[in-house]
T-cell receptor, first 114, second 118 residues
Framework: AQSVTQLGSHVSVSEGALVLLRCNYS??????LFWYVQYPNQGLQLLLK??????LVKGINGFEAEFKKSETSFHLTKPSAHMSDAAEYFC????????????FGAGTRLAVHP | EAQVTQNPRYLITVTGKKLTVTCSQN?????MSWYRQDPGLGLRQIYY???????DKGDVPEGYKVSRKEKRNFPLILESPSPNQTSLYFC?????????????????FGPGTRLTVL
């Protein structure tokens, strides 16, 4: 069955430190993968997506993610955290080829402290 | 401005009192969807619509209804709300589908409706 797991419901980093948010998926066919961000009191917006092109995907606000098939992972990174990055981040996975399921992870809340 | 709007943003109601949450998008998107967000569970899809008069159940459709009479509007109806429907609701739309499937590509989300059912 298709699923997505985000390791760590809360992550805290210092301003300027590396941000690493983990996402692992299970899928028997090539997946499509998304990262969405939700700022306080707002809806979700797309950060980046993987749709079977380059495995290293660059998104908005300096974020990037790498699709690693062997590890079934799509971790989100940013070299240097800003205070404005504090938000909740959701990984989502969908299967290719005729399926109609888009599954969201439970979310990771990122806190950035001075 | 391209956007998805939802009304109301906040609603407190009582068990059994029918309510409608409206959703409208001005981007001419064919695909629209409703999600509920609960702590620790992420977003779960309630219903989606591929186009006018075409709707289908998502993962958690029980207790909800939708309609799609116009392309821009996709209201969510709770005929007899219950406390377990207390949640944060999001409407989303998408201009395209992923190749070979019925799943949306990039989705554009509304600001959310926080519903409390007493």
């Amino acid at each position: 069955a298709q699923s997505v797991t985000q390791l760590g419901s809360h992550v805290s980093v210092s301003e300027g430190a590396l941000v690493l948010l983990r996402c692992n998926y299970s899928s028997s066919v090539p997946p499509y993968l998304f990262w969405y961000v939700q700022y306080p009191n707002q809806g979700l917006q797309l950060l980046l997506k993987y749709t079977s092109a380059a495995t290293l995907v660059k998104g908005i606000n300096g974020f990037e993610a790498e699709f690693k098939k062997s590890e079934t992972s799509f971790h989100l990174t940013k070299p240097s955290a800003h205070m404005s990055d504090a938000a909740e981040y959701f990984c989502a996975v969908s299967l290719s080829g005729g399926y109609n399921k888009l599954i969201f992870g439970a979310g990771t809340r990122l806190a950035v402290h001075p | 401005e391209a956007q998805v709007t939802q009304n109301p943003r906040y609603l407190i109601t009582v068990t059994g009192k029918k309510l409608t949450v409206t959703c409208s998008q001005n981007m001419n998107h064919e695909y629209m969807s409703w999600y509920r967000q609960d702590p620790g569970l992420g977003l779960r899809q309630i219903y989606y619509s591929m186009n006018v008069e075409v709707t289908d159940k998502g993962d958690v459709p029980e207790g909800y209804k939708v309609s799609r009479k116009e392309k821009r509007n996709f209201p969510l109806i709770l005929e007899s709300p219950s406390p377990n429907q207390t949640s944060l609701y999001f409407c989303a739309s998408s201009p395209s589908l992923l190749a070979g499937g019925r799943v949306p590509d990039t989705q554009y989300f509304g600001p959310g409706t926080r519903l409390t059912v007493l």
